[in-house]
């Protein structure tokens, strides 16, 4: 708009003033081809068509001057023609790289190498970069490098696999079928092969393992310091002598596909299987799949499950996957492993399974591992022993390097997820720290198919209902802790030990072949608290009873390691003996005769706290007769305490019969 603004003013002055164009206003119209430069670079002719003619000014011809001068333009009141302005074009600029010269070869050969040598060396650098950051991130964000808390990772699933894996190669019928796959099946099916050698025997249990011994769980098995052979879940008893935990071999037992084509019968055992309930009128027992397995005669020896503590069973998840009740194979496995790398085990409990596990775990762990016990009583095993001799073990126990709380209870418990640790808050104000939590209060007897097979409990005991010869029907019957039976002696009891499972299996094996036994026997229990100090004991054992201990001074022959040297037999059930020959004099003699004994060696009297009770002899007493006997420190001689169970008299003075045990000599 400015330069046409500019065109108009010229054209104005030209047309009114009447003056000619002068040679230097020529330049004016020079700059017109600027506008098509800027605004058009190609003129619509239709829309502007050619230049309209100059209008000439209404004005009169200027007089004559002199013959010299001469106008410059023969139409000097107008600007000369216009013409057609030129259309911008631009100019041709020449390649300058055609100029360069020509290469001798190709540039690729030069330039491919180098291209690839920079695009790895490119490569390699941001790997560098990558991981050199990723590192320094690592360090910035990672907290100190701290010492193993324990085990962090979740609990291992306890997975149990079913050998076989279908129902269908499980046979529909057999002849002899055990439920259940402990101590006490494992001698009922002996006895019933030694009756009857082709007898075929199928075994059905819920646990992934073939028979094993669950003593040495908590003692010698934890003494052993070959990682593998605790891999292989073999031990060295006291003596040294090493000895698997199974019962059996694997190639033992039959396949269980092969069980019934077998001529010569056998054992076959069913792994991972569990009977839900029993039809005791068609004698048929259903898997938990829902098939039937029908049967002549059937043993019921579902053992035992461990007892919780409130507290623990209603905590949250995370808390419970550090509480262990220890039981199994799986449970030892699980619990070795963590006492690897733990800095601190509680075990709450102070009866056999938890002094025993106290001793093992302190003796194992000695220079990195605290052991806590704590429990209700005063005293280790103070349900069973005497005080005063409660509070002697319990020194021993504390000498073992363990922790010992007595008069203690657990009133609550949360997790430290910072250290991975559980807070146990006690009931004397303190608080213990500790990575596992072991509960051993005691065992209840597993019972889960009675009241859908229609089989009788007992109250207040607990357990299947059986009579003497272990029958809760004529073809069913009863073995190990689930059974409530008849003692002829004591009255109906439950008892909880291997030596039991021993008897009343082998008991109910032979009646299940037609022996028809009365149970008379009067079963044993022993604890060892480390290959220095362990004890028998057979009948009621109960420190509410009134006790009578003797004791004498011990030689280094009275230990549990001793008598496994002496026997090379770690199971001291299976080491009773008859009664040894210098002690049948006091045998043969009546009560009367043995008052006159020539020498006391002991004076009848109460031991106190603090005494050094090497070995020694405690009586339990109910009306003044002995209904319960505890060896300490003495061992094979556990017949004559049945002897004397069995007598069921008074005695005015249990020195004298202290002396059948040879506790004073030498």
Known sequence: MFRISKIASFLTRTACHNHAVNIHKQTEWQRLPVLSRFYSKNMDRDRFGECPPCKKPNCKTPAPRSPDCKPITDEPCGPPPCKRLPQ???????????????????????????????????????????????????IQTTPPPRKPKGK????????????????????KEV??????????????????????????????????DFPYMRPPLSKEIWFNEDQEAVKNLTFKQWNGSERSLFYEPEDFYLNVEELMRSENGGVAVCKGWSITHLDVVERKAFLDTGEAITYEKCLIATGALPKNLDIFANAEPKIQEKVTLYRNIFDFEELYEISEEAKAIAIVGGGFLGSELACALARKGKKNLRVYQMFREGGNMGKILPEYLSFWTTEKVRAEGVEVLPYTEVTGVRLKEKDDMLILNLSNGKT??????????????????????????????GGFLVNTELQARSHLYIAGDCACFYDTKLGRRRVEHHDHAVVSGRLAGENMTGAAKPYWHQSMFWSDLGPDVGYEAIGIVDS???????????????????????????????TEEGVPPECNKYVKKDPEQEKLAQEIRRHASKPQAGEDFGKGVIFYLRDDIVVGIV???????????????????KYDDLNEVAKLFNIHEE
């Open 432 to 461: 213990v720290s500790a990575n596992q939590v072991i509960v051993a209060i005691g065992v209840e007897p597993n019972t889960e198919i009675a009241e859908k097979s229609d089989l009788e409990v007992d109250p207040e005991l």
């Open 544 to 574: 509410s009873l009134p006790t009578v201990g003797v004791f004498a001074k011990a030689t280094s022959e009275d230990t549990p390691q001793a008598v496994v040297t002496a026997t090379d037999e770690g199971i001291r059930s299976t």
């Open 88 to 138: 911008y074009q631009d100019c041709p600029r020449p390649n300058r790289m055609n100029d360069l010269p020509e290469p001798d070869c190709p540039y690729q050969d030069h330039d491919g190498p180098r291209k690839r040598k920079r695009l790895i060396l490119l490569i390699v650098g941001t790997i560098i970069f990558l991981a050199s950051a990723a590192a320094m991130y690592k």
């Open 152 to 171: 962090k990772k979740s609990r291992r699933p306890h997975i149990v696999k079913k050998i076989p894996c279908e129902s269908k190669c499980i046979p």
């Open 631 to 649: 060896l300490w420190n003495v061992f094979n001689r556990m017949n004559i305490a049945r002897q004397v169970l069995k007598d069921e008299r």
């Open 175 to 208: 002849p002899y079928l055990l439920i259940g796959g402990g101590t006490a099946a494992f001698s009922a099916f002996r006895a019933i092969k030694s009756a009857d050698p082709t007898a075929k025997v199928l075994v059905m249990t819920s646990e992934g």
